[in-house]
């Protein structure tokens, strides 16, 4: 049973580009999160998907952030115009709503660096 | 809002030390909590949860007991080894709706041979 994967694991941009990443949830878990991890902090919910359907976003989440999750397996996060203040971990977990909902497996992360 | 108030690190111990990380709550309704722990260069893994008031959840010899009547869910260890060296997490998630996880903002510990 493999785990929840993200890519890249890191990536390093300047200020004004835009960046994407890829969350490859467990397989058959209906449920992906997005969080974001900034240094010495907790994560912070970002958005979350059941399905392909994108329910719920946090006010975290400005209009240069976008989320999709096509065919409700792998989910993409898309920065546009990224700031310094963009430079975090961005974690995927998933679940499964059928049984233990409430219990969310972490990926690794992708850390972001913005210059 | 929901929200998550953990024991500010850094905390270092001794191996076979007791520890107590003390992390409280505060959420409408009645949450699920949950301990997550990250150890250097890795993601984040869950340790122990708790669905209910009164449950016990418990994992790797942690433990930790929801507590309704004082909101808190603190975080148990009876002897310490060098490889529990990670930062914690408290966190909590609303029952129905998304279960999004709110966390508390980590508690780093050392544990020294």
């Known amino acids: 049973d493999t785990g929840v994967s993200q890519d890249p694991r890191h990536k390093i941009t300047k200020r004004g580009q835009n960046v994407t990443f890829r969350c490859d949830p467990i397989?058959?878990?209906?449920?992906l999160y997005w969080y974001r991890q900034t240094l010495g902090q907790g994560p912070e919910f970002l958005t979350y998907?059941?399905?392909?359907?994108?329910?719920?976003k946090s006010r975290l989440l400005s209009d240069r952030f976008s989320a999709e999750r096509p065919k409700g397996s792998f989910s993409t996060l898309e920065i546009q115009r990224t700031e310094q203040g963009d430079s975090a971990m961005y974690l995927c977990?998933?679940?499964?709503?059928?049984?233990?909902?409430?219990?969310?497996?972490f990926g690794p992360g992708t850390r972001l660096t913005v210059l | 809002g929901n929200s998550v108030t953990q024991m500010e690190g850094p905390v270092t111990l001794s191996e076979e030390a007791f520890l107590t990380i003390n992390c409280t709550y505060t959420?409408?309704?009645?949450?699920?909590l949950f301990w997550y722990v990250q150890y250097p260069g890795e993601g984040l893994q869950l340790l122990l949860k708790?669905?209910?008031?009164?449950d016990k959840g418990s994992n790797k010899g942690f433990e930790a007991t929801y507590r309704k009547e004082t909101t808190s869910f603190h975080l148990e260890k009876g002897s310490v080894q060098v490889s529990d060296s990670a930062v914690y997490f408290c966190?909590?998630?609303?029952?129905?709706?998304?279960?999004?996880?709110?966390f508390g903002k980590g508690t780093k510990l050392t544990v020294n041979p």
């Open positions: 966190a909590l998630s609303d029952r129905g709706g998304s279960e999004k996880l709110v």
């Open positions: 998907f059941q399905n392909e359907a994108q329910l719920e």
């Open positions: 708790a669905t209910k008031a009164d």
């Open positions: 959420a409408t309704g009645y949450p699920s």
């Open positions: 977990a998933s679940s499964d709503s059928g049984r233990g909902a409430d219990t969310q497996y």
């Open positions: 397989s058959e878990h209906n449920r």
